[in-house]
């Protein structure tokens, strides 16, 4: 028998990647409309990252400022679709790995396998 948490953590598991996967795609088609769109300010994003280890700058930079809504600012239809997009799906798919991660805490949680009919 499959309690709540683990029903949880098992449909969370499922979601999770998925959506991770699916939100890298829209992260990466904001950022060429982005490039293409306003290529000043793809250059204003530099070329230093965050960490000497940091292979793709622009992208991390890219990607805070679509995380923090800012591409709002540049009143551009297109781009704010795809933002949103690409930031609801990146929210709701974090928000299914922590789910996930606080329902295998909880007391009665046995395993993600005993949901699986035996």
């Known amino acids: 028998m499959c309690t709540p948490p683990e029903f949880i953590a098992a449909l969370c598991a499922l979601l999770a990647l998925p959506l991770i996967l699916w939100s890298i795609s829209l992260q990466r088609k904001f950022n060429r409309t982005l490039q293409s769109l306003h290529p000043s300010l793809w250059a204003e994003f530099g070329t230093k990252g965050y960490s000497k280890y940091d292979e793709s700058p622009k992208e991390a930079a890219a990607g805070w400022y679509l ?3 800012q591409y709002h600012y540049l009143a551009n239809d297109d781009l704010t679709w795809k933002g949103n997009h690409a930031r ?3 929210f ?4 299914a ?4 991660l606080l329902a295998t805490s909880l007391p009665t949680y046995v ?3 005993a ?3 035996t």
């Open 97 to 100: 790995m922590c789910l996930g």
């Open 88 to 90: 609801w799906v990146t």
């Open 115 to 117: 949901c699986l009919p």
């Open 111 to 113: 395993s993600v396998f």
């Open 67 to 69: 995380l923090t809504g």
């Open 92 to 95: 709701a798919g974090v928000g």
